[in-house]
């Protein structure tokens, strides 16, 4: 964030931090009512951003217990309300891309310990979101999968078993399951995706 901010962007974002959620909201000395089940307090930032950030908690009463988050913003707006309204009204990329991207590789389901294990593994999955999007535009476009999500394409159509018969370090054949339900349209899509340049 801190790079975003030396650079004059504008930030309103959610904290993904559990554990810090709690101690902020331990913090808070007044709580606003926002809606039915939900209030809001403000708290000084945790760290120096070198530029001025509010820092807001809210408090959600779910099925008898009080859950914390928080949220982060540089917009100089006149109540705790109409920032959250601000990331209220977000753009849509986090609930269409940022989702499909958690189920279909499986990232809400991994963690790792370390700061540096996890960073490494979230490159890994951007890393394997490109070769998704770059195999369904190349292979996928056209085809029965051409409606196919990046959950559908790893669970249905990546994981049939099969083999790369390669001669002369050339890629020749591409064989898979016959008793799988896609196998033949399938194989047709890898024949047309290793073909292209």
């Given amino acids: 964030m801190r ?57 959600q009463l779910k099925k008898g217990v ?12 006149p109540s705790k309300r109409a920032l959250m309204a601000r990331y209220d009204d977000r753009g849509g990329a986090e609930v269409e891309q940022f989702r499909n991207d958690k189920s279909g590789l499986g990232l809400e389901a991994r963690r790792k310990r370390s700061f540096l294990g996890q960073k490494g593994y979230i490159l890994l999955t951007d890393v394997a979101h490109n070769l998704l999007a770059h195999f369904y535009h190349q292979a996928l476009v056209g085809s029965p999968f051409e409606d196919y999500a990046p959950k559908r394409i790893v669970r249905d159509l990546l994981a049939i078993p099969g083999r790369l018969v390669f001669e002369n370090h050339r890629l020749v054949r591409v064989e ?22």
């Avoid at 914390?68 to 913003?73: A, G, K, M, P, R």
């Avoid at 033949?184 to 047309?192: A, F, H, I, R, S």
């Fill in 3 to 59: 790079w975003l901010l030396q650079r004059g962007y504008q930030v309103v974002v959610k904290g993904m931090n559990n554990r810090r959620a709690e101690a902020l909201a331990r913090q808070v000395r007044r709580w606003d009512g926002y809606r039915p089940d939900v209030w809001l307090g403000e708290v000084p930032p945790p760290v120096d951003y070198g530029r001025p950030v509010r820092v807001l908690v809210k408090k």
């Fill in 66 to 77: 009080y859950r914390h988050s928080y949220y982060l913003s540089t917009l100089t707006l």
């Fill in 176 to 197: 898979l399951l016959s008793l799988k339900q896609f196998s033949t349209d399938l194989v047709e899509c890898l024949q047309k995706y290793c073909a292209d340049p």
